[in-house]
T-cell receptor, first 113, second 115 residues
């Protein structure tokens, strides 16, 4: 019940295309859903986050879609660029503190020129 | 304004040796978190510390692992008598406060290899 399932494991998208990464959870106590971006040799960096009182949040080319009834959320990267090539992690927490974040297993995105 | 600093970046230890991983939080941050990332897996929470206190160590293995965050100096994650299964990337994060959903910033990690 503490798991966050993430798919796909890897993704190749052409430059200018849309990258879509999906996550699903079971724990209904989760109420904070961030996405992290990690470049090789670097630590994860917060990209965008959503709370379940909204169904969508957009920041630039990055959009989170949230479906509370299905317990699913996804990251959409519009107009994908080679510089977006990285590993993306979804995460979830019950809002009781950073230490309670449960991470997905990651999606390795490659945007081809 | 330096970010979270971890050292060493890479550490190689033989089985049975001790590994000491250091983390200096961002300036002004007094909350530190340690996470472990095994190959092809997501990050798993290990321990949450404030200055001189362990707040939550529910993710720490019961044996061989310990953590501290002294009044002065960096936070230390110590692994005694390392085994091959300890090989992983260890990330430290720091935050300004411990309030819910507070943003924490990760360091670049220490990659531990046990041979």
């Amino acid at each position: 019940q503490q798991q966050v399932k993430q798919s796909p494991q890897s993704l190749i998208v052409q430059k200018g295309g849309i990258s879509i990464i999906n996550c699903a959870y079971e724990n209904t106590a989760f109420d904070y859903f961030p996405w992290y971006q990690q470049f090789p040799g670097k630590g994860p960096a917060l990209l965008i986050a959503i709370r379940p009182d909204v169904s969508e949040k957009k920041e630039g080319r990055f959009t989170i879609s949230f479906n509370k009834s299905a317990k699913q959320f996804s990251l959409h990267i519009m107009d994908s660029q080679p510089g977006d090539s990285a590993t993306y992690f979804c995460a979830a927490s019950p809002g009781t503190g950073f230490q309670k974040l449960v991470f997905g297993t990651g999606t390795r995105l490659l945007v081809s020129p | 304004n330096a970010g979270v600093m971890q050292n060493p970046r890479h550490l190689v230890r033989r089985r049975g040796q001790e590994a000491r991983l250091r983390c200096s939080p961002m300036k002004g941050h007094s909350h530190v978190y340690w996470y472990r990332q095994l190959p092809e897996e997501g990050l798993k929470f290990m321990v949450y510390l404030q200055k001189e206190n362990i707040i939550d160590e529910s993710g720490m293995p019961k044996e061989r692992f310990s953590a501290e965050f002294p009044k002065e100096g960096p936070s230390i994650l110590r692994i005694q008598q390392v085994v091959r299964g300890d090989s992983a990337a260890y990330f430290c994060a720091s935050s300004l406060s411990g309030t819910p959903n507070t943003e924490a910033f990760f360091g670049q990690g220490t990659r531990l290899t046990v041979v």
